[in-house]
């Protein structure tokens, strides 16, 4: 099976932008969907987005709907959170999970996750 890194969280303001990615290592990439999920201390863990290993089908949670944009590339075994005009309800530790079978927004229909990378929005 894929291990998965995510990189790239930050502390910004109100407004800012940034991109969040997850590389993958260890299987083929093309055979896993990937989703973003978040989670803040004492909070449940949340869906934010999910992308079908085609690229084609792409589902998000209404809370970053028109805000955030997931993507992913094969040659780099990547997926990225393009993330933009970020509030402070979207401070979290944000983490990328992998299945084969489906895009779905329960944390436990995913097999496969990562280490997390901290986002913190903050004036």
């Known amino acids: 099976q894929i291990q998965l890194v995510e990189s790239g969280g930050d502390s910004v303001r109100p407004g800012a932008s940034l991109t969040l990615s997850c590389v993958a290592s260890?299987?083929?990439?093309?055979?896993?969907?990937m989703a973003w999920f978040r989670q803040s201390p004492g909070k449940r863990r949340e869906f934010v987005a999910g992308?079908?290993?085609?690229?084609?089908?792409?589902s998000y949670s209404d809370s970053v709907n028109g805000r955030f944009t997931i993507s992913r590339t094969g040659a780099r075994n990547t997926v990225f959170l393009r993330m933009s005009d970020l509030r402070p309800e979207d401070t979290a530790t944000y983490y990328c999970?992998?299945?084969?079978?489906?895009?779905?927004?329960?944390?436990?229909?995913?097999?496969?996750w990562g280490q997390g990378t901290r986002v913190t929005v903050s004036s």
């Open positions: 992308i079908s290993w085609q690229g084609i089908d792409r």
């Open positions: 260890g299987d083929t990439f093309n055979r896993y969907n």
């Open positions: 999970a992998a299945n084969p079978r489906m895009i779905s927004q329960a944390w436990d229909d995913w097999d496969i």
